[in-house]
Structures are given as C-alpha cells and as structure tokens.
C-alpha cells in the first residue's frame, strides 16, 4: 500500500528530498504523494523514509492504495527500468 500525507502536514520540506522515487511532491495547500511512484521505500531501504524524517508524523499507510509486497517490488523494479 501506497503512503498518504494528511492535512497535519507542516509543510517543513523534509520529506520531499528523502522519497527515492520522487513521489512526494507540493500540492495546492501540503504536500502529496503520488501512489503511481511510491513503494514504501521497498528496494531502497528497509522502511519509509519520509515516515522516518516526518516531525509530526502524518505520513500513514493509504487504506485506499493496498499492495503486497511483491506488487510494491515490481513497481520498484519498474521504476527503475523506466530512469534514464
């Protein structure tokens, strides 16, 4: 399952450069994560980044977004496949 950024989000800037697969990114009002990009840091390290470095925690599991993990490391893998 994808990761969600909830409307507690500081817009402090510390999760954005932390994401390996340039999933976070500004939105209108906080930031947001695309769930087409993240994959909980599956192939990069052994738990989310942006939930490690989050000061108010607000960074939960997406309910809506759920994925085993072989589906996240295939998307890991296809991910990077697709960078130049």
């Not at 309910?63 to 490391?73: D, G, K, N, T």
Request: charge should be negative; hydrophobic fraction near 30%.
């Amino acid at each position: 399952m994808a990761l969600m950024i909830t409307d507690d989000c500081i817009n402090c800037d510390v999760c954005e450069p932390e994401c390996p697969n340039d999933a976070i990114y500004m939105g209108a009002e906080i930031y947001e994560i695309d769930p087409d990009k993240c994959t909980e840091c599956v192939g990069h390290f052994n738990e989310p980044q942006c939930q490690q470095v989050c000061p108010v925690s607000c960074i939960p599991f997406n309910p809506a977004w759920r994925e085993s993990e072989p589906e996240l490391r295939a998307k890991f893998e296809r991910l990077q496949a697709a960078k130049p």
